[in-house]
């Protein structure tokens, strides 16, 4: 069928009719149009069988609708056409083993609202093959081994779901295209593959639990990775290997990305200029990993609890700022052969906060590291520059070099920490100057190394040091520097060795992050308002801060799920963070730090939680099934299923009453033969359901003959019956069924002169009843007896006999009938037995007589004919039992007295 469409709302009608839909029914898409259109399945008359018959047809600019109905073909798009599916939950194309569902090798192709489904092992669900300008959107990719493989320019896939693939997406030799807002899960291999592409755009897609990686892209360039959501919930890190791995890849941008529970979250091999900014690393063994990317940057990133570590660095000439990195087993930061600048990062709860391995000429400045095992660890790192940085309350060392020399050390804190503020071991010719010292157990401890600890006549803050600065040993009075007590001898360098500070300060220096005695801060009354919502509640989550040194938080972070969100100030002391959420329980801790190497958690550690349920409850029945027959009293039995039920009522003959559980229901006395229960359940977050089942209720069917009440009736007799509670009735009469008038009247008119056998079958929704009646019709309603035509002859009878009765009778008015034979006498000497037109006439004594009987046969109605017959019996002989006896006596007798004359010998 081919129709020219001018206008959008004849596109919605032709769609419509073409493909059989009811208006108000299902929501289906219709595109504008541009061009003809050819319809697939549907009803409508002209539409096409095959999808590939249709394409064919179709011309540049036409367009494909493909009615609801699942088609198992494989075709070539081979023109600019529009294929569109009536909605991709109801159109659906499965291909057959071995061969792509649809390939594309024409530019400009658009395709949308459509599932393609399995198309075997190792090709795709669609292919665009060297096609250019193509639009994929709305379409789903089911348990295919490539959802859609991509090669050609500037195309767009967007807002597609993939489910159970292999690869998902698979780019080769895709250039300037966008994969756009979809949503890919359950891949067993990548989510995206990009090999040999360049200037793509991964923007604001979802990656759930891809085994091998989210996102892959090899020997590629200028590739864009822009807020997508990479989430690994199956097994961990060992469910998952890679979040975002970008491979031989170089010029590449990584934004704004949430990447959780992969064993590489986000992962960058020999790909220089690699741009990575506000990702959100958390729950696997590495964070950020960068290895042989040089002059690359890392800026405004979050990672945290990240096993073996949150930031890996194998680069040289990389920079990364601005970031957090917190709660690592291992390091916040590592830095290996790697000439790095760190500036302005805060690396906390870790093993070491910052870590420098033979990577020399580095530069620390302006960073924050708290709360470690150690603040930085400097192995092997020549000529680095660590300035304006905060190394507090860690619990072994501030900061800690092994065989690293020739670096400068200047305007840095060492606070508060557990051993030791600045630890040196066979480290020598570094120039220590203008830091601040305090609070730590020890401020220095040195071993086998030799440093200088002033320049320019200015050392650094001991707050150990008591000398004064009054002018002593010809110094100037009120200068700032100590002029007693000098070299400050506090600096043990171990081995007898000592590094001297001849010019210690008076004061300590302006240094942001600087404090003798940091108060921590303090979080309370954390909380979420509601706990318990729906997909469009608005959470508020809420925490109180209070800190004694009256800092206000540098960082409010509360954490959902692993990811960080920035809390805004309410009033007073408040923070404040609202927002809707998906379903599932999800889990958040609030985290915020003042500045100046404090922090607090809420709670202290674990998680708080909430819930999101945007199920409504689930309603059946369990016994008996919808639709079945049952009686008052019947109990019928609900399943109600929901994790946060509240209420449960039911309706019944336009009355509403509460449910309770176990959610069972008598029937009462009294319902109607269909009775409707509305079954309505809510939960405690307003998600309504509700269910109507019908039963029909089981009555008895009695059918009964009003009249005639005689077996004969002439032709015209009305046959009266009375039926209840029947709702259907028929009558089947030689064979033939009629249906029974509501007044159940069985008209005879056309009846003949015969025997009919009638049965009467009468229903309703639940029984059925059987009656069975016969009739005899004759032309008038006298009735002819049977006549008895055999000869009966004297009986002769020893001791029984049996006679056929068979045949010795007719009935000439219905010949029919079925004739009974009836036999009696008065006589008590002889029995008589009628069984299936058998006679059997037995003698009861042994004399000889003579006895008649009366035989009777009868037709159905009572008519009968009778014949008198003879019986003669002969005397039996009752002498032989007692001769046979007195022979056998003396027979014995004879026997005894020959044994005895020979015992007598005689």
């Known amino acids: 069928m081919k129709r020219k469409i001018c206008q959008k709302i004849s596109l919605v009608l032709a769609s419509v009719f073409a493909c059989g839909i009811l208006l108000g029914s299902l929501s289906i898409y219709t595109p504008t149009a541009k061009g003809n259109v050819f319809y697939v399945g549907g009803t409508g008359p002209g539409n096409f069988t095959l999808i590939k018959n249709a394409i064919n047809t179709a011309n540049e600019g036409d367009t494909v609708f493909i009615c609801a109905g699942t088609y198992t073909e494989t075709f070539t798009i081979d023109k600019p056409i529009r294929l569109i599916g009536e909605g991709k939950e109801i159109t659906k194309i499965k291909g057959f083993e071995g061969g792509s569902v649809a390939t594309v090798v024409s530019n400009g192709t658009f395709i949308s609202q459509i599932t393609f489904e399995y198309a075997g092992e190792y090709v795709a669900g669609l292919i665009i093959e060297n096609a250019n300008e193509c639009i994929i959107e709305n379409c789903s990719f089911v348990n295919t081994f490539y959802g859609i493989k991509v090669s050609g320019n500037n195309s767009t896939i ?182 790095v600048e760190i500036v302005n990062c805060t690396s906390f709860n870790n093993s070491h906060g910052i870590k420098l391995d033979r990577a020399n000429d580095s530069i620390l400045n302006m960073n924050n590291c708290t709360m470690n095992d150690y603040g930085t660890w400097i192995f092997s790192s020549n000529n680095c520059t660590i300035t304006n940085n905060t190394f507090a309350s860690n619990e072994q060392y501030g900061a800690y070099f092994a065989n690293s020399s020739y670096s400068t050390i200047h305007r ?143 960082n409010s972070t509360l954490v959902i799920d692993s990811i960080p969100k920035s809390m805004t100030k309410g009033i007073g002391a408040k923070y404040v963070y609202s927002s809707t959420f998906e379903n599932g329980t999800h889990y958040f801790y609030f985290i915020f730090d003042d500045g100046n190497g404090g922090y607090a958690r809420y709670p202290s550690s674990g998680n708080l939680s909430f819930t999101v349920d945007a199920q409504p409850p689930a309603i059946s029945i369990s016994y008996p099934a919808n639709g079945s027959c049952v009686t008052p009293g019947t109990v019928l039995e609900f399943s109600i299923l929901d994790q946060n039920l509240a209420n449960v009522f039911y309706t019944i003959n336009q009355t509403t009453l509460p449910l309770l559980a176990p959610y069972t229901l008598t029937l009462p006395p009294g319902i109607s033969d269909e009775t409707l229960i509305e079954i309505t359940a809510y939960d405690l977050v307003n998600n309504t359901a509700s269910a109507t089942f019908v039963f029909f209720v089981s009555s008895k069917i009695e059918i009964e003959l009003i009249s005639p009440l005689q077996l004969t009736i002439t032709p015209g007799t009305e046959i009266i019956l009375s039926i209840k509670n029947a709702t259907y009735a028929n009558y089947t009469v030689n064979s033939n069924s009629y249906d029974l008038s509501p007044s159940y009247v069985i008209n005879t ?37 049977p006549v008895i035509t055999g000869n009966f002859p004297e009986i002769q009878l020893d001791r029984k006999y049996v006679l056929d009765l068979n045949g010795m009778a007719q009935d000439a008015n219905d010949p029919a009938d079925t004739l009974t034979w009836v036999a009696s006498c008065t006589d008590s000497r002889l029995g008589l037995k009628v069984e299936s037109n058998n006679l059997t006439i037995t003698r009861t004594t042994n004399s000889k007589f003579r006895v008649a009987f009366n035989l009777t046969v009868k037709d159905p109605s009572g008519a009968s004919d009778s014949v008198i017959v003879w019986v003669n019996a002969k005397a039996r002989n009752t002498s032989t039992p007692f001769v046979e006896t007195a022979f056998v006596l003396i027979l014995l007798f004879a026997i005894s007295f020959v044994c005895y004359l020979r015992r007598k010998n005689i």
């Open 749 to 785: 008119t056309t009846w003949t002169e015969g025997t009919y056998n009638i049965t009467i079958f009468a229903s309703n929704r639940c029984n059925s009843q059987l009656k069975n009646l016969k009739f005899i019709v004759r032309k008038t309603s006298q009735n002819y007896p």
């Open 158 to 339: 967007s807002n597609c779901t993939f489910t159970n693939c292999s690869y998902a997406a698979y780019f080769f030799a895709a250039n300037s295209s966008t994969f756009y807002s979809n949503k890919i899960k359950d891949c067993t291999n990548y989510g995206l593959f990009a090999s040999n592409c360049s200037t793509l755009c991964i923007d604001s897609n979802i990656f759930e639990n891809c085994q091998a990686a989210g996102i892959f892209a090899t020997n590629s360039k200028d590739l864009n990775f822009k807020e997508n959501s990479i989430n690994c919930s199956d097994g961990g890190c060992e469910g998952c290997e890679r979040g975002i791995h970008i491979f031989s890849t170089p010029n590449c941008t990584a934004i704004g990305n949430c990447i959780n529970g992969s064993r590489w979250n986000l992962k960058i091999e020999y790909s220089q200029s690699t741009i990575l900014s506000k990702n959100a690393c958390s729950n696997g063994e590495y964070g950020i990993y960068m290895v042989s990317s040089n002059f690359s940057s890392v800026s405004d990133c979050y990672a945290s609890s990240n096993t073996m570590g949150n930031l890996f660095l194998e680069s040289s000439s990389c920079k990364v700022y601005n970031s957090t990195f917190s709660n690592s087993q291992s390091y916040g930061i590592c830095s290996v052969r790697s000439l």
């Open 412 to 554: 840095n804190n060492f606070i508060s920490n557990g051993l030791y503020g600045l630890v040196f071991s066979y480290s020598s010719n570094n120039l220590i100057w203008q830091n601040n010292f305090a609070l730590n157990s020890k401020n220095v401890h040195s071993t086998s190394s030799s440093n200088t600890w002033h320049f320019n006549e200015h050392g650094n803050y001991w707050d150990d040091y008591e000398g004064l600065d009054d002018g002593s040993n010809a110094r100037i009075a009120g200068d700032g520097i100590g002029d007693t007590l000098i070299p400050h001898p506090n600096i043990d360098l171990g081995n007898g060795y000592y590094s001297l500070d001849n010019y210690p300060l008076i004061n300590p220096l302006d240094i942001p992050g600087f404090f003798i005695q940091n108060r921590p801060p303090k979080l309370t009354f954390g909380n979420v308002t509601p706990s318990l919502g729906n997909s469009t509640t608005i959470f508020t989550f809420e925490v109180n801060w209070s800190d004694a040194d009256g800092d206000e938080p540098a």
